[in-house]
Every structure is written in C-alpha cells, then in structure tokens.
C-alpha cells in the first residue's frame, strides 16, 4: 500500500471481521454471499474509507480471508446420467 493511503487499524479490522461473520442478511444483502463489491461497501459505511476492489481484496488475503466459490452442483444430480446424455448427443 502506498504512503498516504488509508488503512484499516487493528480494531477496525476485528470489527469488519465481526460484521462479516454476522453476514451479508445482517447486513441488508438479499442473499448470503459476500462479493468483493460488498465488502469494500462494508467497509466504507463501517468506517468511511474508500477501498478499491483490488485493495480490499489484498486486506482480506492478509487477515486470513479466502476466496470460495458456492457448489453449483445439484444435490440430485445423477452424473451417470450426465455422461450417458453427453454420449448420446455427441457432447461429450
């Protein structure tokens, strides 16, 4: 980060990590994903301080956080049948 560039303090940090924990639902989101984009606009309310993007994700990174993308798969999802249509229809 560059001189001149705000940075969370340690506390600050603590109370993100609380309010993100709590969730998005808590946090007036319709759903239970945090995106970068949600974040940074955490953050601003929290504390009214602008991170970009790319910043909020290298706080993250550096405090523990990780990137983790929801299962899309469907629970009833049958993949024998999968590869047999795939067969079949000269997808696969």
Same mark, same amino acid.
């Given at each position: ?5 705000? #940075?969370? =303090? ?12 709590? *969730?998005?639902?808590? +946090?007036?989101? $319709? ?15 929290l504390? #009214?301080? =602008? ?12 405090? *523990?956080?990780?990137? +983790?993308?929801? $299962? ?9 049948a ?11």
């Open positions: 980060m560059s001189p001149g560039r705000p #940075r969370l =303090s340690g506390a600050q940090v603590a109370r993100l990590e609380r309010e993100l924990e709590r *969730g998005p639902l808590a +946090q007036g989101w $319709a759903d239970q994903r945090w995106t970068l984009a949600r974040v940074k606009k955490l953050i601003s309310r504390f #009214r301080i =602008s991170y970009t993007v790319e910043g909020t994700w290298r706080l993250l990174r550096r405090h *523990g956080w990780s990137w +983790q993308q929801p $299962a899309r798969r469907a629970i009833e999802r049958d993949d024998d999968v590869e047999l249509w795939k067969r079949r229809s000269g997808r696969g």
